[in-house]
């Protein structure tokens, strides 16, 4: 029994999969452990551009992210990618401009679905503007954020989104009005755990369809 488990651990079983599958197991590692990957053949080094189409901005440790993210974006500009998701991603004021260059590079390549999570500090961390860029985005999801300052001239761009979720944001009452604006076709889905900020008064509060009119009712609990 020993000698028939020694012979099939001799045999590289992960190189017989198909490349599909083997892009499915690198887009489900963080950055760091995907990169370690690629250092074992050649195969999985040429595999590797395949994953940003679905991109998981986290890495084990939490930190350098910005910097790696910023580099896998550079060394492949002609990528296309779908999804983008950060995990407990802490960035320094000096680094806005890095994640501003983020979001209008993502732009140019079809992003579908944004997900930004800056942790659970009580520093919430700016969105830049570059976010209205994404003309193509249909899911937005951010965590523990703040929304620049938006008309709904500006957040036109945005028309595609069918879902937004919210959670632990710094949004103004303006700006989530015209960020809602964008998804009053079809049947959107909207979901806003908590907003922090100033609310309005309800005498002020100007009256909208009934899915505007509950949200506004969880923003205010």
């Not at 009053?184 to 922090?196: E, L």
């Amino acid at each position: 029994m020993a000698a028939t488990v020694g012979t099939d651990l001799s045999h590289d079983r992960i190189s017989k999969l198909a490349d599909s599958t083997l892009v499915t197991i690198l887009s489900s590692l963080t950055m760091d452990e995907a990169a370690r990957c690629t250092i074992l053949s050649s195969r999985w080094r040429h595999l590797f551009p395949s994953t940003l189409l679905n991109f998981r901005a986290f890495t084990r440790s939490g930190r350098n992210v910005v910097k790696a993210v910023t580099s896998i974006l550079a060394a492949y500009p002609d990528e296309p990618v779908r999804s983008f998701r950060t995990g407990m991603l802490f960035y320094r004021p000096q680094d806005k401009a890095a994640v501003d260059v983020w979001l209008r590079d993502l732009s140019n390549r079809g992003i579908e679905e944004l997900s930004l999570w800056f942790g659970f500090d009580e520093k919430r961390r700016p969105i830049p503007e570059s976010l209205f860029a994404c003309s193509s985005l249909r899911r937005l999801n951010v965590i523990n954020g703040t929304f620049p300052d938006t008309t709904e001239a500006a957040a036109a761009s945005l028309s595609c989104l069918t879902k937004i979720e919210l959670s632990d944001v710094n949004i103004s009452e303006n700006s989530l009005n015209s960020l809602l604006s964008q998804c009053s076709a079809g049947a959107p889905d909207h979901q806003i755990h908590r907003q922090v900020g100033q609310p309005p008064s309800p005498a002020s509060e100007p009256q909208g369809p009934a899915q505007y009119q509950r949200l506004r009712e969880a923003l205010h609990r």
